[in-house]
């Protein structure tokens, strides 16, 4: 047989081959990559790029690792239900998923803060620690189950700020009869100390504040504080929020509609998520540092909070812990959980991060970087 004729005959015969192989593969993806279309509501205004664009972020993830076979719309609060629902409308079906912080939901149930954050607990990098690495994210998922849910980290702040206040807060006796809108069972912890807790969304703070039905309101920190506007009408800026060292946001999804998708689209849903989670983090440790700088250009009042008020917080969230520990076993099982964790994890810390975290301060100072 003439050489070339062989090889011209091979070459057709193997482009037909190939020709064959893809039609014949094209079903097979099809199937393991189905036309999805979700809904997911957040917790959170459009005008938040860091904390309500954590759902566009994952969104947009899903969608690209699939070539747009699985489609998540996301909406703001209010679009669909009002940002406290969120989770509820997720558990009912009215959509697929959420994109929200658990201890909203505390008021049902306090397990539900433990998912988020709860007073003088762990710090981003030891929540994700221990969420990721230690059994965090199975304990919390057997808790949501109860409530027809699943879900994973998908967003931290950062630890918090301490809130606007519309006068200085020196004393415990300057709490008293102060109505603040304070997240998660935080608001149970100061009520003990005279604070009148308020749960407010974070679109309806602002008016609150201006209109003095609220006397302070805490949020998150520097950047979407700054969006809020919350200096023109809150002077005094405090810090820390002891109660929130590093909030989670979640991503919670119907677990019927979960445990419906294939099982790479699930495996997706869960890589998605803890990309999603360092992204938020990542980007709010950026924006900050400037952001302070503009609110206290603008008149912000930066204070600490005084050693007697911090002192007194923690003494009341340990006699709440206590109560609750006596009173609901699931709590008491993730608590003792997070209280071991968070032992170990500030041990080490002062080791390597906190002493050099210092140094670097002092250089800081100094003017030297």
Not at 192 to 206: E, F, M, R, S, T
Not at 235 to 246: A, D, L, V
Not at 303 to 323: L, Q
Request: aromatic residues 14%.
């Amino acid at each position: 047989m003439d050489r070339r004729s062989f090889l011209r005959k091979a070459g057709v015969a193997g482009a037909g081959s190939v020709a064959a192989a893809a039609t014949l593969a094209a079903p097979a993806i099809a199937q393991s990559n189905p036309k999805i279309n979700w809904r997911l509501t957040s917790s959170f205004p459009k005008s938040l790029d860091t904390i309500y664009g954590g759902g566009e972020v994952l969104s947009k993830y899903v969608s690209e690792a699939t070539d747009g076979n699985f489609n998540i719309q996301v909406f703001a609060a209010g679009e669909i239900v009002p940002g406290l629902q969120a989770a509820d409308a997720t558990s009912a079906g009215t959509v697929e998923a959420c994109h929200s912080v658990a201890y909203y939901y505390w008021g049902k149930d306090p397990v539900w803060a433990l998912g988020a954050a709860v007073p003088f607990a762990l710090n981003a990098r030891g929540m994700n620690a221990w969420q990721y690495h230690g059994g965090g994210i199975d304990m919390f998922n057997e808790f949501l189950a109860t409530q027809g849910l699943i879900g994973f980290p998908a967003g931290n702040t950062g630890v918090q700020m301490g809130g606007w206040f519309r006068k200085e807060i020196n004393t415990v006796a300057d709490l008293k009869g102060l109505k603040m809108r304070i997240g998660g069972f935080a608001g149970k912890v100061v009520e003990h100390l005279g604070v009148v807790p308020q749960q407010i969304a974070g679109g309806d703070i602002y008016p609150a504040l201006e209109k003095g039905t609220i006397d302070a309101a805490e949020w998150v920190g520097p950047y979407d504080d700054e969006k809020l506007g919350f200096y023109k009408v809150a002077p005094y800026y405090y810090y820390p929020g002891w109660w929130e060292g590093g909030p989670t946001v979640h991503v919670m999804f119907n677990k019927a509609a979960y445990e419906g998708l294939p099982k790479a689209y699930q495996s997706l849903l869960r890589t998605a998520a803890q990309a999603t989670d360092a992204n938020m983090l990542q980007k709010y440790d950026y924006l900050n540092p400037a952001a302070i700088k503009r609110v206290v250009a603008e008149g912000a009042k930066l204070r600490p909070f005084s050693t007697e008020i911090m002192n007194a917080c923690f003494d009341k969230a340990n006699e709440v812990y206590a109560e609750m520990e006596a009173n609901n076993p699931t709590f008491k099982k993730i608590w003792e959980s997070i209280k071991g964790f968070r032992g170990q994890h500030y041990l080490y810390t002062q080791v390597a991060e906190y002493s050099y975290d210092v140094y670097m301060m002092t250089l800081q100072r100094s003017g030297k970087i």
